[in-house]
């Protein structure tokens, strides 16, 4: 499985645009200056700020899980055409943490129904669960899996711009990918919708201080890089 690690090379004005996105201004977004440098080794999760499960996730009991299941392939069997029931069967899916099946629900859900940004949100949050796993004691992500959650995220916003959902994990997944200013324009949309969010709140607050962080490590790095040539 192909994985990275993401360092950036965005360099501007940090505090300008957290306060931009805090005060709920329009933000203008330089693709130049928000692109990832991939490593072909890793990709480290931030743990502290990413909720793969989403905030309505395992409503379904686990327990209950299997027979829900069974019940909702008979009725699959009899109305394959029904995009509502491949939807109930990957929340169920969801619940058992059978993410792979989960996927395979929603992907039959959206073909069915193309303008269902809900089922595009959640096939997302499928395929970063796919592609997650754990090794030595840290979260790694499958940088394909990651890109195609981004992809299903960006469907669903365009679908229903007022998907909070989908807006904060499509946000924290430009964060992984040291993309800070389009993470913090999904903040920004997200405060436009609802200024309250503190989700929304919360990441940019993230963001800044990954920012500074990153600021300082590079500032370092040149510094010894000078002091090696001389």
Same mark, same amino acid.
């Given at each position: 499985?192909?994985?990275?690690?993401?360092?950036?090379?965005?360099?501007?004005?940090?505090?300008?645009?957290?306060?931009?996105?805090?005060?709920?201004?329009?933000?203008?977004?330089?693709?130049?200056?928000?692109?990832?440098?991939?490593?072909?080794?890793?990709?480290?999760?931030?743990?502290?700020?990413?909720?793969?499960?989403?905030?309505?996730?395992?409503?379904?009991?686990?327990?209950?899980?299997?027979?829900?299941?069974?019940?909702?392939?008979?009725?699959?069997?009899?109305?394959?055409?029904?995009?509502?029931?491949?939807?109930?069967?990957?929340?169920?899916?969801?619940?058992?943490?059978?993410?792979?099946?989960?996927?395979?629900?929603?992907?039959?859900?959206?073909?069915?129904?193309?303008?269902?940004?809900?089922?595009?949100?959640?096939?997302?949050?499928?395929?970063?669960?796919?592609?997650?796993?754990?090794?030595?004691?840290?979260?790694?992500?499958?940088?394909?899996?990651?890109?195609?959650?981004?992809?299903?995220?960006?469907?669903?916003?365009?679908?229903?711009?007022?998907?909070?959902?989908?807006?904060?994990?499509?946000?924290?997944?430009?964060?992984?990918?040291? *993309?800070?200013?389009?993470?913090?324009?999904?903040?920004?949309?997200?405060?436009?919708?609802?200024?309250?969010?503190?989700?929304?709140?919360?990441?940019?607050?993230?963001?800044?201080?990954?920012?500074?962080?990153?600021?300082?490590?590079?500032?370092?790095?040149?510094?010894?890089? *000078?002091?090696?040539?001389?």
């Amino acid at each position: 499985m192909e994985t990275e690690a993401v360092s950036t090379v965005t360099r501007r004005a940090m505090p300008i645009w957290l306060a931009v996105a805090l005060t709920g201004l329009p933000v203008v977004i330089d693709a130049s200056l928000s692109h990832a440098a991939f490593n072909p080794f890793k990709f480290v999760l931030r743990p502290f700020t990413h909720d793969l499960s989403g905030p309505s996730a395992a409503q379904e009991p686990a327990d209950t899980g299997d027979l829900r299941q069974q019940a909702l392939i008979q009725a699959i069997q009899q109305r394959p055409d029904d995009a509502d029931l491949y939807y109930r069967v990957g929340r169920v899916y969801e619940a058992l943490n059978r993410w792979d099946q989960a996927a395979k629900a929603y992907r039959n859900a959206v073909r069915l129904n193309p303008q269902w940004a809900d089922a595009y949100y959640r096939l997302g949050l499928a395929y970063e669960r796919v592609g997650t796993f754990e090794f030595q004691g840290e979260t790694y992500i499958d940088r394909k899996k990651l890109k195609q959650a981004i992809a299903e995220y960006q469907k669903a916003i365009r679908l229903d711009p007022t998907h909070l959902d989908a807006r904060y994990q499509l946000s924290l997944a430009y964060q992984m990918r040291g *993309q800070f200013l389009l993470a913090v324009a999904q903040c920004q949309a997200m405060l436009q919708v609802d200024s309250g969010d503190q989700r929304a709140r919360q990441l940019v607050q993230a963001l800044y201080e990954e920012y500074l962080d990153e600021q300082a490590t590079l500032a370092r790095a040149q510094t010894l890089t *000078q002091a090696q040539r001389q």
